[in-house]
């Protein structure tokens, strides 16, 4: 039989952490981080990493395991999450795998095989010379011609996952879009629940600016000057994640703080958008829609049991 995984996801502020710890305490899991910036050391507050108090005595994976100079990608994702899933089984623990990052929950969810060779690295240096040289949106018209299914799934400031997509086409003569949906009509691995989680837009834009004021007063700013002394500049791979590209422009005098604020904001509303339509076309996924059960969160851990009951993925007594 198939091994169990769990998966809990939805837009960034919607209630993933608090949830999936609810559900790990609930089936004896460990929680597998689909997080691209909570792999980074020293970067808490923009992340909204979760806290020791927070994780209540589960094991988390994949978060705090790489220095901010250090590159993080589907494919390391991939790895480090099968080696993760091997100790949980091998302790007769169930994975919940919990994050937003939508590529590498379906990366490691249909095992998809990701081609590399000798020549992607002298391609993907060209390439993100490009990118200094003539700017993303030049490069990511070139995605356009390529595989114009990519560059509609990925935004032009996305250049780690623009990037990508060109060195494969480069390299396989192949669209990265059409490998990977091949790659997702494999079946599954595992024995699995896709569970994604979501509200009414208005109440989750609210939380989003919520939640940013509430960095900014937590001391995201002073967290982006310390990485900023460690060496941490534009165009890695860590600085670019929402919270950090933004503060890092006001820091370099780009903007002021007030537009900073508005900028990253704004800029998290359409990532949440974007999280969200991703999970629509995925296929065997759980819909949990928050609103019918009053935002309690034990009404819905309830419920997300119950699925995993009747999809034999638990066993109750």
Known sequence: MKQPLIIVTGPTAVGKTSLSIDLARAVNGEIISADSMQVYRHMDIG????????????????????????????????????????????????PIVAGGTGFYIQALLYDIDFKENDNSQAIRQELEALCEERGNEYVHELLCRA???AARQIHANNRKRMIRALEYYRMTGEP????????RKK??????CYFVLNCDRKRLYERIDQRVDEMIHAGLVDEVKRLRDMGCRQGMVSMQ?????????YLDGKWDLEEAVRVLKRDTRHFAKRQLTWFRRERDVKWVELEPFGFNGEKVLEYIMEELEKEKIIERT
């Open 47 to 94: 992340s909204a990493k979760v806290t020791q108090e927070e994780k209540r005595g589960i094991f988390h994976h994949l978060i705090d395991v790489l220095e901010p100079y250090e590159d993080f990608n589907v494919t390391v994702f991939q790895s480090m999450a099968k080696q993760a899933l091997e100790g949980i089984y091998d302790r007769g623990h169930i």
């Open 147 to 149: 595989d114009p299914e």
């Open 176 to 183: 990265i879009s059409k490998h990977n949906e091949d790659e």
């Open 187 to 192: 079946e599954s691995p595992y024995r699995f």
């Open 241 to 249: 994640g929402l919270g950090y590209k933004e503060i890092l422009d």
